[in-house]
């Protein structure tokens, strides 16, 4: 038994303990309460935490796992050991959990589950969902190739198309007999580039899914499709649009429904930086890499000259539009969309998207429990996301407070998993090649 003492602890929940203890049994929180009031068997661990504060730890709700090699991304790049190296950085950066959202192959991503539930991979626990779509469409231009090729290669099923009701309907049941609990479709026509579902084919798989307890995630850039698909039964959006046409009554239609919503502002926003210059990123990445980020930021730059881009505009209509969905107790929840472009890295990304949900308005508890609780309850993970005795042991200890500071989730002193402590430093020397 470990009994942590004298944290602050935030639960993850909206609450925190100040001057907090919680008692460790194998991978489960068994006790919590304040120092001096948890009580334990004489032969257990004490860790003294004065000074620092406890989270959960935090969960990605929107990322596309094995693209991404650091060096080069892409479709040869999807291996197991790329999967399982991408659910080490997530908890090298204080995530138990990350959603992997339509772009694996499924027999190869039913494979790694089963043997993290076996306790043969470590990392951040791994879920991920079959993709629908029309055929050959659904993710941006340069991902969808890379994701039939990788069909092409594996033999395996990454993108199922359907052009009619009766195929969404078959093809949910083929998931259901694969025992995947999680659909994500497209509804996008990316500016009149590609076609997106039609409304018939969607209801179908929607309705479908239900009869099978699947939840349906999509990703949609269109405001005036939230409402039919709310109707429809929707569990989540990806993507989900914030702006001017966020009014009073979409909010209230997504908290009525009890929708989730996952806004991925840092996509676009961190294009605008020179992430190579980020010491929080180069703890987990060589030279070369940060070198590369910052040569693609200045190509981006210079292609960006002269051209007014109306930011101060955009970002007016964002605040105001992310002030309607929390005003409406919208469920907002953390995701980042890591993995779907090169640079887009995973784990770091999500500390970002925090501080840019502070920023246009979240208070840092909100942000928190975005990235926790309310993310945990959006993907039916109800043993993850708050530090609640019965729940597993999944929690980072920082050595600042985030609720001073949202920046402050960067301060991480360790990081546990299941009850065992995550090996950054040993994480931290084979990436950077230092050690």
């Known amino acids: 038994m470990l009994l942590f003492e004298g944290a602050r602890v935030i639960l993850g929940d909206g609450d ?5 203890a919680f008692l460790v049994q194998g991978d489960r929180i068994v006790a919590l309460g304040r120092a001096g009031e948890v009580t334990t068997s004489p032969g257990a661990t004490i860790i003294d935490l004065s000074g620092t504060t ?3 730890a935090m969960i990605d709700v929107h990322t596309h796992l094995g693209y991404e ?9 999807y291996t197991r050991e790329n999967v399982i190296e991408h659910l080490e950085r997530y908890a090298y950066y204080g995530f138990g959990a990350v959603f992997s959202a339509g772009s694996d192959p499924h027999a190869l991503a039913l494979e790694i589950q089963r043997a993290q539930q076996q306790g043969d991979v470590g990392g951040a626990r791994f879920l991920f969902a079959a993709g629908m779509a029309p055929p050959d469409q659904g993710p941006n231009a340069q991902f969808v190739g890379h994701a039939l090729t990788l069909a092409e290669q594996t033999g395996m099923t990454v993108l199922t198309g359907v052009t009619s009701a009766e195929e969404g309907r078959s093809a949910v049941r083929e998931v259901a007999r694969e025992g995947i609990r999680f659909i994500k479709i497209w509804v996008d026509d990316r500016g009149g580039s590609q076609e997106k579902l039609g409304r018939d084919v969607y209801r179908a798989i929607v309705d479908e899914a239900r009869a099978h307890d699947i939840d349906v995630f999509v990703h949609q850039q269109n405001a005036l499709d939230m409402p039919d698909l709310l109707e429809a039964g929707v569990s989540g959006f990806l993507h989900g649009r914030i702006g001017a046409a966020t009014d009073d009554l979409l909010s209230a239609q ?13 996509l676009g926003e961190l294009r605008r930086e020179r992430l190579g210059d980020d010491r929080f990123l180069l703890e987990t990445t060589t030279a070369e890499v940060a070198d590369r980020l ?5 190509a981006r730059t210079r292609a960006r000259e002269g051209v007014i881009s109306g930011r101060a505009a955009a970002e007016a209509a964002l605040r105001q539009g992310f002030q309607r969905l929390l005003s409406a107790n919208v469920r907002i929840v953390l995701g980042t969309d890591a993995g779907a472009l090169p640079g887009h890295f995973f784990g770091y990304t999500g500390h970002r998207e925090l501080e840019i949900f502070v920023r246009i308005g979240m208070t840092p508890m909100q942000a928190i429990v975005a990235a926790t609780g309310r993310a945990a309850a959006g993907l039916g993970l109800s043993d993850m996301g708050t530090l609640t005795p019965g729940n597993s042991a999944d929690f980072v200890i920082l ?3 985030p609720l001073d500071d949202i920046r402050n989730t960067r301060a991480i002193s360790r990081v546990y998993l299941r009850g065992l402590e ?3 430093e040993g994480l931290r020397a084979r990436w950077t090649g230092e050690g």
């Open 16 to 20: 925190l303990i100040e001057n907090g």
């Open 254 to 266: 997504i908290r009525d429904a009890g929708a989730f919503l996952v806004p991925n502002l840092g």
């Open 69 to 77: 090699a650091y060096t080069s991304w892409g479709a040869d790049n």
């Open 54 to 56: 406890v989270i959960p």
């Open 399 to 401: 050595d600042a407070n």
């Open 294 to 298: 910052n040569e693609a930021y200045d």
């Open 422 to 424: 995550v090996d950054r």
